[in-house]
Nanobody, 121 residues
Framework: QVQLVESGGGLVQAGGSLRLSCAAS????????MDWYRQAPGKQRELVAGTNRGGYTNYADSVKGRFTISRDNAKNTVYLQMNSLKPEDTAVYYCNARVVKGVAGYEYDYWGQGTQVTVSS
């Protein structure tokens, strides 16, 4: 089995910064995409930022220039550096990883448990 463990959420004032981490462990051959999603109360889960194994990154328009996604392939860990935080960034943030478990190359989708980010005005 594969587990994703997130950390780094919390309460911060508007304009502040937080850094989220998500570490994957278990039966892992390799990890393709690793993404961050968020879900605010009453809203659908949305993609915040994503990265593939080769280092390609993409961002939601609402976070471009403020958030930076990065990953350490050796540690199977993805990070989300969040700067200039706004109250509208308040949400539960989830890590998603598409994991390859063996040489056959089949990809499996895993989610973390979520970490709360609250930005006060």
């Amino acid at each position: 089995q594969v587990q994703l463990v997130e950390s780094g959420g919390g309460l911060v004032q508007a304009g502040g910064s937080l850094r989220l981490s998500c570490a994957a462990s278990g039966k892992i051959f390799s990890i393709n995409a690793m993404d961050w999603y968020r879900q605010a109360p009453g809203k659908q889960r949305e993609l915040v930022a994503g990265t593939n194994r080769g280092g390609y990154t993409n961002y939601a328009d609402s976070v471009k220039g403020r958030f930076t996604i990065s990953r350490d392939n050796a540690k199977n860990t993805v990070y989300l550096q969040m700067n200039s935080l706004k109250p509208e960034d308040t949400a539960v943030y989830y890590c998603n990883a598409r994991v390859v478990k063996g040489v056959a190359g089949y990809e499996y989708d895993y989610w973390g448990q979520g970490t709360q980010v609250t930005v006060s005005s």
